[in-house]
């Protein structure tokens, strides 16, 4: 089960944080995605873990604005989203699985765990 919150609406240039809570099972296990789709659109990647946390990966249009962190501790991983652009406005999704190698980390497909979603709205 995976639980995503933190969303909200925004001006642009400023910051959210989403988080992503996952129960049952050892987050240090899996890898860990955030994802963005708006109405009509494909599922976009936004950033991942790989597993054990050792390789981080970021889409290059979020790529020095957002950051993913993870608390093992809290079974938690965080999307620390900064410099926020209109363009940002989606609902993202955060995504796990236990088996995913590195070059799969980019595609939706591949994951079996999915969280609710949770609105970001960013004003101009």
């Known amino acids: 089960q995976l639980q995503a919150s933190g969303g909200g609406l925004v001006q642009a240039g400023g910051s959210l944080r989403l988080s992503c809570a996952l129960s049952?099972?050892?987050?240090?296990?899996?890898?860990m995605a955030w994802f963005r789709q708006v109405p009509g659109k494909e599922r976009e990647f936004v950033a991942a873990?790989?597993?054990?946390?050792?390789?981080?990966l970021y889409a290059d249009s979020v790529k020095g604005r957002f950051a993913i962190s993870r608390d093992n501790a809290k079974n938690t991983v965080y999307l620390q989203m900064n410099s926020l652009k209109p363009e940002d406005t989606a609902v993202y999704y955060c995504?796990?699985?236990?088996?995913?190698?590195?070059?799969?980390?980019?595609?939706?497909?591949?994951?079996?765990?999915w969280g609710q979603g949770t609105q970001v709205t960013v004003s101009s």
């Open positions: 049952g099972r050892t987050i240090s296990a899996y890898a």
């Open positions: 995504a796990a699985d236990g088996y995913l190698i590195y070059s799969s980390l980019r595609t939706p497909s591949e994951y079996d765990y």
């Open positions: 873990f790989s597993r054990m946390g050792s390789s981080r």
